[in-house]
């Protein structure tokens, strides 16, 4: 056995035993290691970059499929991801990591990505799928109000929700079940 081939050996042994001991603290309160989190980050972004490279977009432009995505994204997402200007809310304090804020989304990724992010979820980030549940259009609603407006203020958004507060409509959930809006 080489001396390099013995090195990566004990490497991993030593890792495998540290893997298994459970010394490493998964609590949300604790970050991980520097280069943990840069590994986990690396790998998400460059598997949401793949996974996504083939969605179709749709025309996104429509107003009332933005204003149903405003709804659905007040609705389902603002718990985590907040809404502009707002000091965070109990759940955003308490997970790690961080779900990126709005506008953060918006710059970070792509019309494809967040169709991709929305629809299929975040193994280990808190981020449910909401293709399980939700309709392509629904969830393209909510990519099209985030296109829209890609950099949100605390007033738009404002003004957003009370054009949307009385806006009626059904979605069909993947259980078959109508959900009136």
Same mark, same amino acid.
């Given at each position: 056995?080489?001396?390099?081939?013995?090195?990566?050996?004990?490497?991993?042994?030593?890792?495998?035993?540290?893997?298994?001991?459970?010394?490493?603290?998964?609590?949300?309160?604790?970050?991980?290691?520097?280069?943990?989190?840069?590994?986990?980050?690396?790998?998400?972004?460059?598997?949401?970059?793949? @996974? =996504?490279?083939?969605? %179709?977009?749709?025309?996104?432009?429509?107003?009332?499929?933005?204003?149903?995505?405003? *709804? $659905?994204?007040?609705?389902?997402?603002?718990?985590?991801?907040?809404?502009?200007?707002?000091?965070?809310?109990?759940?955003?304090?308490?997970?790690?990591?961080?779900?990126?804020?709005?506008?953060?989304?918006?710059?970070?990724?792509?019309?494809?990505?967040?169709?991709?992010?929305?629809?299929?979820?975040?193994?280990?980030?808190?981020?449910?799928?909401?293709?399980?549940? @939700? =309709?392509?259009?629904? %969830?393209?609603?909510?990519?099209?109000?985030?296109?829209?407006?890609?950099?949100?203020? *605390? $007033?738009?958004?404002?003004?957003?929700?009370?054009?949307?507060?009385?806006?009626?409509?059904?979605?069909?959930?993947?259980?078959?079940?109508?959900?009136?809006?």
């Amino acid at each position: 056995m080489t001396k390099v081939t013995y090195l990566v050996f004990v490497f991993v042994v030593v890792g495998l035993i540290y893997l298994f001991s459970g010394s490493y603290n998964v609590s949300a309160i604790k970050p991980h290691f520097s280069f943990v989190e840069s590994f986990l980050h690396v790998f998400k972004e460059n598997s949401i970059k793949k @996974h =996504s490279k083939n969605v %179709i977009v749709p025309k996104l432009d429509n107003q009332n499929f933005i204003k149903r995505g405003f *709804k $659905n994204y007040d609705e389902m997402c603002t718990g985590c991801h907040g809404v502009p200007g707002e000091p965070e809310s109990v759940v955003q304090q308490g997970l790690y990591p961080k779900p990126p804020e709005l506008n953060e989304m918006q710059e970070e990724y792509g019309t494809k990505e967040l169709f991709w992010i929305i629809k299929n979820g975040v193994k280990l980030s808190g981020m449910p799928s909401y293709g399980v549940t @939700h =309709s392509e259009d629904d %969830i393209w609603s909510i990519v099209a109000f985030m296109k829209k407006f890609e950099d949100i203020s *605390k $007033n738009d958004y404002k003004i957003m929700k009370k054009s949307v507060i009385n806006m009626d409509y059904n979605h069909i959930h993947k259980d078959g079940k109508v959900h009136k809006h």
